[in-house]
């Protein structure tokens, strides 16, 4: 089943006819080893449904116990989001039936979230700052996963089966809910991606969760609604759930406000609903209705006693905040003497943390530049992966980085080298050793190499001895592609101009 195709306004004219109101709610899975209220692993990739437990399955009897690194974890996200911390706060039961939530309701926070009132300052393209406020920041648990099977989209539309996968159910999730984004106008599609990006860098650099969106262990809900300029209240809201890529939550808001515009203009009814992204095209198609709090049923959890955190013990956890990323990267910045604009290249592309990372291992930040904003980051297009998602390391990168400085490897074997690392042959060394890559110091072969080249130019070595000694270029290209790639270029070069001088 294909999406629906929805009229859309020419995004100009949406905006000369209607103020976007947006809110952003992100869902970010805690990189504890075990789930929120049980002893099972919270690790991803493990064979389905055997992540679980009693408490995780929903089986009679079984209790539930907080997991207590969840919520030190949850006060240093809300102290990063300059939130107040309650000194108390509950857990309640939010409850819904789907077939992934077992126990047929989930343990989230309602009208006592663990932090509340904070913001965060983010960073435009050109350079704009501009502040999100931040309502709340609360604990829950995740569900499980449901794989439908049998449909072209992947969908419950159209499927034959669905396969439940429970391994994720439990495991710790903090939902960080924005206030209503007012004002933004042209830029609110801009503002949420740049909001995410900020958010996934900021719980990245705090070292409480992966935030690898593909693997859904940070996903995005963005709402939407139109109001007619010069109206002051909110119009109906609509709710895009579970987008995985920054790409996406750009794409998401920016097509809701055509679709929502020629809608009204239409004279439809716009309906307060879920709905569904849809990566091909950038479209977002209808899901089910959109339930209020009220809907859902909440009521305090009787099994869980409330979260009391006292003020010293946030003073602690605030003293072990790291760096932030802004600040950390206002530092490098000044240290590196690079222009605003290509330090937000650099942020747009995902690769600071990678090149930081890769200095701290030994490389210039020039080299590590040069590696990860070029050569890996055009892998990482070609395949249409997150450059942090890529299977390197910074210390891949950097032990590449020696080879070629100590004249180990080529730029060319290196780049090879870096192949073979994203094939999963190994390491550097392993890779090198399997692929035969390191450069050749046979002064015979080399040389060898060499006379047979000038033998098969005539023409170059007569240019060359005329007085043009930039012709070298292809003696120096043959014996390459008769060493493989393998010789020293610099080698290369001296034994040419002592045999034609």
Not at 375 to 399: G, N
Not at 403 to 426: F, I, M, N, S
Request: charged residues 25%.
């Amino acid at each position: 089943m294909t999406a629906a195709i929805h009229e859309l306004m020419d995004f100009d004219e949406v905006l000369e006819k209607f103020d976007p109101v947006m809110g952003l709610e992100v869902h970010v899975e805690l990189a504890t080893e075990t789930k929120m209220f049980s002893t099972s692993s919270a690790h991803f990739g493990a064979e389905p449904n055997s992540n679980v437990d009693p408490v995780s399955l929903g089986l009679p009897g079984a209790l539930p116990v907080v997991n207590a690194k969840g919520v030190e974890w949850a006060i240093k996200i809300g102290l990063a989001l300059n939130c107040t911390i309650a000194e108390s706060s509950r857990f309640a039961r939010k409850n819904y039936f789907y077939p992934d939530q077992p126990k047929g309701y989930q343990i989230s926070q309602y009208d006592e979230p663990i932090a509340y009132n904070g913001y965060l300052d983010i960073v435009l393209d050109d350079g704009t700052e501009w502040r999100v406020e931040i309502e709340r920041s609360h604990m829950e648990e995740d569900t499980g996963k449901l794989t439908h099977v049998g449909g072209q989209s992947g969908r419950i539309h159209g499927a034959t089966t669905s396969l439940v996968d429970c391994n994720r159910a439990g495991v710790p999730l903090i939902e960080i809910v924005t206030k209503p984004i007012e004002g933004a106008g042209a830029r609110a599609p801009e503002i949420a991606r740049a909001y995410v990006t900020a958010l996934r860098e900021l719980v990245a650099a705090l070292g409480v969760s992966d935030a690898r969106m593909d693997q859904g262990s940070m996903r995005v809900d963005s709402n939407l609604s139109l109001r007619p300029i010069g109206q002051e209240e909110f119009g109906t809201r609509t709710e895009t759930k579970n987008i995985n890529s920054l790409k996406s939550v750009e794409q998401a808001v920016r097509y809701e406000m055509m679709r929502q515009a020629a809608a009204i203009v239409n004279g439809e009814e716009i309906v307060q609903e879920t709905r569904h992204y849809q990566e091909l095209d950038g479209s977002t198609r209808k899901g089910r209705p959109k339930e209020s709090a009220e809907d859902y049923r909440y009521f305090n959890d009787p099994d869980l006693p409330p979260v009391i955190a006292p003020k010293e013990w946030v003073e602690e956890i605030r003293a072990t905040l790291p760096e932030l990323p802004w600040i950390r990267r206002a530092r490098i910045q000044a240290e590196w003497g690079l222009g605003d604009a290509e330090m937000r290249d650099l942020v747009n592309v995902g690769a600071l943390n990678a090149i930081i990372d890769t200095v701290e291992e030994g490389a210039t930040p020039d080299e590590a530049r040069a590696w990860w904003g070029n050569y890996i980051a055009a892998k990482a297009r070609e395949t249409d992966t997150e450059l942090s998602a890529m299977p390197i390391t910074p210390a891949h990168v950097a032990r590449v980085i020696a080879l070629v400085k100590e004249g180990k490897l080529t730029t060319k074997l290196g780049r090879q080298a870096v192949d073979g690392v994203l094939a999963g042959e190994g390491d550097v060394d392993e890779v090198i050793a399997a692929r035969g890559l390191e450069v050749v110091r046979d002064d015979g072969a080399i040389e060898a190499a060499v006379d047979e080249a000038l033998a098969a130019n005539p023409g170059i070595v007569e240019k060359y001895r005329a007085g043009n000694t930039k012709v070298t270029g292809a003696i120096v290209g043959a014996v390459m592609k008769a060493t493989r790639g393998k010789a020293d270029p610099a080698q290369v070069n001296k034994l040419i101009a002592e045999k034609l001088a």
